[in-house]
C-alpha cells in the first residue's frame, strides 16, 4: 500500500458532475431527487454533503461512486465520463456491510479479489490496511467478534487497500455511540494530516452541523425536494479544531442559518406558501422527544442558541433539529439564526398535564397537512376505517417508498398521541376516534 497523500498535487480536479439530475419512478411520473448538480472535488480537501433527509446527499454520494447513473448531466472522474462502477473510488457505509462469515483479513481483501490481485499481494495490502486503522491483533476476528467502533474500522480498511483517489463516506459514524464516533473522527484527521492517508480527496455525506465543521475544508449544503446546491462554505479554521471556540460556534450558527433559511440580516418576511403534503414533510420527531424539548425550552423564557442547548444538552445539533422542526410546524416554537424559543401555546403546551396537552396537539395537528389529510379522509368515509395504502398512493405522487414509511410513521405517532385516529398494524387500517366522529373536520 502507498502513501498517495504525501503527493497530492493540491488543487487537482478529480471528480466532477455537469448539472446533475436523478429522478425515480412515481406515481405521476418521475420523482425528481436531484437537480442541476455542479460539483467538482479536488487533490486535497475533505468535502462535506450537508442537508436533511430528502435533499440526496446519499443519491449524489452513489453517483459519483458510479453505483447509480444520473438521468441527465455528467459525472467524469479526471475528465472523463462515467458509465459504469467509478474506479476511483471506494465507500465507506453506515451500516459497516461486513459478511459475518468472513474474518477482518478476509474483508479487507474482499475488494482486491474482486479487482484480481494475486493472494500474496493482497494479503500484504490488507495487513498494512489494517494495520493503518488500528486493527492490528484482530486480522483473524470475526464481525460478531467486535465492537461497532471495530466493524467501521473495517469497514474504512476494505475501502483504503484499493487506494482510491477519493473516499466516499455516507454518514459513517451516525450508528456508533458518541465517545466512538469522536475517537474514529480523531482517527481519521489525524491520519489524513499525517500524509499517511492513502487517498487524495474525501467525501463526507452527514446530517451533523458540528461534523461537517469538525472535518471539512469545503461544506455543501443541500435543499431538499429536489436536492440542489444551496450553499457553499469554506472551512478554514485550522485543526485541530475545538467545539469551545468562538470561531467554531460562529460557523455552526452560519451553517444552520443557511440550512434553515434564516440567514442573518434577513429582515423581509418572504410569503409563506400553503401547506401541503409536497412541501410540508413531517419531521422524524416522535411525540415524546418534542414533548421533552419543549419542557427543557420552558426554562429558557427568553431566546436559546441552538448550538448551546446541544451542548447543555450534551447532544449535537443534528439531535435537536428535527424536534425544533417539529415543534415550529405544530406552533410550539419560533427559530431563527439567533435561537430558539417557544411561543404562548408552546409555554402552555410544556406545562400542561397530560389530558390538556393531548388538546393542544390535537389541534395543533390541524395545521399539519399529512395529519389533517388523515383525519378529513376518516371523516369521509361510513366506517371511519380507511387501508394505510390509501395514504401510501397518496404520498407516492411526492415521496419515494423509504421517505412515506418514513412520513406514516410519524403521522401514526401523533396522531394516536392526539386522539384523532387509531392505527391496526396487522390490518393495516387507520380507525377515525370516536370522539372525533361527532365534528366534522
Known amino acids: 500500500m502507498t502513501t498517495i497523500a504525501a503527493t497530492r498535487a493540491p488543487g487537482a480536479a478529480l471528480l466532477a458532475t455537469e448539472r446533475l439530475s436523478k429522478s425515480y419512478a412515481g406515481a405521476d411520473g418521475e420523482l425528481p431527487v436531484l437537480a442541476g448538480i455542479d460539483l467538482t472535488i479536488r487533490q486535497g480537501e475533505i468535502v462535506a454533503l450537508l ?102 474500522r ?6 483504503l487497500v484499493v487506494e482510491p483517489d477519493v473516499l466516499l463516506m455516507d454518514e459513517p459514524f451516525s450508528a456508533l455511540d458518541v465517545l466512538t464516533a469522536e475517537n474514529l473522527r480523531g482517527e481519521l484527521v489525524e ?47 485550522p485543526r485541530p479544531r475545538l467545539r469551545d471556540t468562538k470561531d467554531f460556534e460562529a460557523l455552526v450558527d452560519a451553517v444552520y442559518a443557511v440550512m434553515t433559511g434564516r440567514e442573518r440580516g434577513t429582515t423581509t418576511p418572504t410569503a409563506v406558501p400553503r401547506r401541503t403534503l409536497a412541501n410540508t414533510p413531517l419531521p422524524p420527531a416522535g411525540v415524546d422527544g418534542l414533548s421533552g424539548l419543549a419542557e427543557i425550552l420552558a426554562q429558557h423564557p427568553e431566546q436559546i442558541d441552538l448550538g448551546d442547548l446541544a451542548d447543555e444538552l450534551g447532544l449535537e445539533v443534528k439531535h435537536l433539529l428535527p424536534l425544533v422542526d417539529a415543534l415550529e410546524l405544530l406552533g410550539f416554537a419560533t427559530a431563527d439564526a439567533r435561537g430558539v424559543v417557544l411561543t404562548d401555546t408552546g409555554v402552555e403546551f410544556a406545562a400542561a398535564d397530560v389530558q390538556t396537552s393531548k388538546q393542544l396537539f390535537a389541534a395543533a395537528s390541524d395545521h399539519v397537512p399529512l395529519v ?39 403521522a401514526t405517532d401523533w396522531g394516536r398521541y392526539a386522539e384523532l385516529y387509531s392505527y391496526d398494524t396487522l390490518s393495516e387500517e387507520y380507525q377515525l376516534d370516536p370522539a372525533q366522529r361527532v365534528t366534522a373536520p
Open 191 to 237: 491520519l489524513w494530516d499525517s500524509g499517511q492517508f492513502p487517498t487524495q480527496a474525501i467525501v463526507l455525506v452527514t446530517h451533523s452541523i458540528e461534523e461537517a465543521v469538525l472535518l471539512a475544508d469545503r461544506i455543501l449544503v443541500l435543499d431538499s425536494r429536489p436536492g440542489t446546491i444551496r450553499t457553499e462554505l469554506a472551512v478554514t479554521l
Open 372 to 410: 389533517r389529510t388523515i383525519v378529513t379522509s376518516l371523516h369521509r368515509t361510513q366506517d371511519g376505517t380507511l387501508r394505510a395504502g390509501f395514504f401510501r398512493d397518496l404520498l407516492a405522487h411526492d415521496y419515494t417508498d423509504e421517505q412515506i414509511a418514513t412520513q406514516l410513521g410519524v
Open 154 to 159: 473495517v469497514g474504512f480498511a476494505r475501502a
Open 51 to 152: 442537508g436533511r433527509s430528502g435533499s440526496g446527499k446519499s443519491t449524489l454520494l452513489r453517483c459519483l461512486a458510479g453505483l447509480i447513473p444520473p438521468s441527465t448531466g455528467t459525472v467524469t472522474y479526471h475528465g472523463t465520463e462515467l458509465t459504469g462502477p467509478n474506479p476511483g473510488t471506494a465507500m465507506v457505509f453506515q451500516t459497516f456491510a461486513l459478511l459475518p462469515w468472513l474474518t477482518v483479513q478476509q474483508n479487507v481483501e474482499l475488494g482486491l479479489e474482486a479487482r484480481g490481485i494475486p493472494p500474496r499481494q493482497r494479503t500484504a495490502a490488507a495487513l498494512q490496511a489494517i494495520d493503518l486503522i488500528g486493527l492490528d491483533g484482530f486480522e483473524s476476528a470475526y464481525p460478531k467478534e467486535l465492537s461497532g467502533g471495530m466493524r467501521q
